[in-house]
Nanobody
């Protein structure tokens, strides 16, 4: 099994910054993609940003230019630097990893428990 543990959420004023971290541990052979999703009250979970093992990044249009996803492969850790935060960024942020647990090329999806980000106006 693979465990994902997030940290770094909190309360911040509009225009401020936060940095989220997510560390993966357990029976990991290779992590192919790591990233962040978010879910606001009454809304569906949506992709925020992710990054492949090769360093290719993907962002939701709503966060482009404000958020930066990065990865430390040696530590199996993904980061999300969030700048110029807006009240509409308020949500629970979930870490996501798509990983292989052996040489068999079957990919599994794992989720963290989530961390609350609240942006006050």
């Amino acid at each position: 099994q693979v465990q994902l543990v997030e940290s770094g959420g909190g309360l911040v004023q509009a225009g401020g910054s936060l940095r989220l971290s997510c560390a993966a541990s357990g029976s990991i052979f290779r992590i192919n993609v790591m990233g962040w999703y978010r879910q606001a009250p009454g809304k569906q979970r949506e992709l925020v940003a992710d990054i492949t093992s090769g360093g290719t990044t993907n962002y939701a249009d709503s966060v482009k230019g404000r958020f930066t996803v990065s990865r430390d492969a040696a530590k199996n850790t993904v980061y999300l630097q969030m700048n110029s935060l807006k009240p509409e960024d308020t949500a629970v942020y979930y870490c996501n990893a798509r990983a292989q647990i052996s040489t068999i090329p079957t990919q599994y999806t794992y989720w963290g428990r989530g961390t609350q980000v609240t942006v006050s106006s």
